[in-house]
């Protein structure tokens, strides 16, 4: 076929030839979607073309932006897998003069979500349609199946769903991990909210691990074992898998490679980009929070060696039932687990509020039961629970995650209690434990702080006997005025 022939053929056209474009253009067209590719270094076209594409008739290259523009069917479906930031803006700017009303142009990258609010507006008023969509699950997801979280431009979904949903890893179900998210930035939110998950996922299983090493004396391949066995039950999931494996995998020299690595963990920034989210709204993350300070403490290996030479502890030893304290763990794990993903549902649910986002809960869980880093059988209790209750406030609440964190209790207290004991450091576990217990307190220490603001700020404070919403300030020293903070500016 001519190339003029092939004009208007494409059902969605894709800039951006790395591999996780290569892989998502290939599995489109697996699905029989017929996919136009451009590249900013035009010679990737023919390159791809040629090798990992060859004898695939529904990839189409396009030379130039407005050959690439040719090719597509209308509406037109612009997929951009560029690098985050500035490339974006620079394509759409690019591609922006060969559109038309009613065309659509999707970012599949990492964008910070900011930034996908401020495209999808500013496009809607150019009368284009514009999603940016969380593409999780790496090279190998993005080529068998990924996780997909499009948000942007509500109009917009009709056009791309089949295409998404077709691609989409699916659950064991048959369902497709691919939903729509929200308006506006709410897709690339909700992947930034998974992969702050994923931090905390990780730092459990390394406080676990970590535990078995250096407090019950553990070797990988023993552990490699309670992994193995722990990937058959609730914590059945893909973190659990890899680290199964992970912990049996050999070094050259025969010796585990896990051990041969160094300590010090490298990090992209969507995990603090969730923390400062977090604070920005006033939702206590914690363990997110927790988990990127312990890769930020990891970095710190130099002065980590030294301190370890003048500051003593503990010996860790441990002289209890070590079969029964892996247990513990594997339910203090568990446990901690529910808290960062009730703590990762407040922020979703406090973001959507202040953003005016109508997010479906259910539907996250579901776009995160497969395909992506975080699947696992437990994200399957998240979407049940949702389903029962769509207005759920708080995973905590619901019967059954309100079972497990009283089944696990115990086990959860006696492991941060042992591990402080043997001076082991447990952010995870403890942080965990911790926002469990405020979360269910009635009653805080805030009366006193409140009492302290008061105090040295005349910040006022509402009493228990009297309706909310009425401000009191004492003159708590018998000098100074009567004055408080809302009437007096310092
Ligand atoms: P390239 O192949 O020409 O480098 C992932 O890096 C994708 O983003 C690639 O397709 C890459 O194009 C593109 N990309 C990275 N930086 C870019 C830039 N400054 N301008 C245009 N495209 C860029």
């Known amino acids: 076929m001519e190339q003029s022939d092939k004009n208007q053929t494409a059902d969605i056209g894709l800039i951006g030839l790395a591999v996780m474009g290569q ?127 499009p948000g942007g431009n509500p109009k917009a979904w009709p056009l791309v ?101 160094l300590d010090t963990a490298g990090q992209k920034g969507t995990g603090k980009w969730t923390g400062i989210s977090a604070l920005d709204l006033g939702v206590p993350v914690t363990l997110i929070g927790e988990a990127v300070f312990s890769r930020c403490l990891s970095a710190m290996k130099d002065e980590r060696v030294q301190a370890s030479k003048l500051l003593t502890g503990p010996k860790a030893a441990f002289s209890g039932d070590k079969t029964a304290f892996v247990e513990d763990i594997r339910r203090a794990l568990l446990a901690s687990k529910i808290v960062s993903y009730a703590q990762g549902y407040m922020l979703m649910r406090e973001a959507a509020q202040e953003m005016g986002w109508h997010l479906n809960f259910g539907g996250i869980a579901l776009m995160w039961r497969g395909g992506c880093i975080i699947r696992s059988v437990f994200l399957g209790k998240i979407k049940a629970a949702f389903d029962k209750n769509p207005s759920l406030t708080n995973l905590l609440l619901d019967d059954y995650f309100r079972e497990v964190t009283g089944r696990c209790q115990d086990s959860w207290r006696r492991v941060v209690a042992q591990s402080v004991t043997m001076g082991i450091p447990v952010p995870a576990f403890a942080t965990a434990l911790t926002f469990f217990d405020g979360y269910r307190s009635e009653r805080l220490p805030a009366n006193l702080l409140q009492a302290q603001r008061d105090y040295f700020g005349a910040h006022t404070y509402e009493r228990i006997n009297k309706p909310r919403g009425e401000f009191f300030h004492t003159n708590w020293t018998g000098t100074g005025g009567k004055t408080s903070a809302s009437t007096y500016q310092v």
């Open 23 to 149: 892989n998502l253009v290939l599995n489109m067209a697996d699905n029989g979607f017929t996919v136009a590719v451009f590249n900013r270094t035009v010679s990737k076209v023919d390159d791809f073309l040629n090798d990992a594409a060859k004898g695939y008739e529904n990839v189409l290259g396009g030379h130039s932006i407005e050959e690439f523009i040719a090719l597509l069917k209308r509406p037109r479906k612009v997929m951009l897998m560029v690098k985050a930031g500035n490339v974006v803006d620079q394509f759409i700017d690019l591609v922006l003069p060969h559109l038309e009303q009613g065309d659509l142009i999707i970012d599949g990258g990492n964008s910070h979500f900011p930034d996908t609010t401020r495209r999808t507006k500013h496009l809607a008023e150019k009368g284009i349609l514009y999603i940016g969509t969380g593409v999780s699950g790496g090279e190998e997801g993005a080529r068998r199946g990924p996780s997909i979280m």
């Open 161 to 261: 769903k089949d295409i998404f949903q077709a691609i989409a890893a699916k659950t064991p179900d048959g369902d497709a991990c691919c939903d729509w998210v929200g308006e506006e930035g709410a897709g690339h939110y909700i992947k930034m909210v998974h992969n702050g998950i994923e931090y905390g996922d990780m730092q459990l299983i390394c406080e676990a691990y970590q535990l078995m090493k250096d407090g019950l004396g553990m070797t990988p391949d023993e552990m490699h074992h309670v992994f193995a066995e722990w990937n058959t039950g609730e914590l059945d999931s893909y973190l659990i898998e890899i680290t199964r494996d992970i912990l049996q995998f050999k070094d050259e020299d025969g010796t585990p490679l896990v051990e041969n690595i």
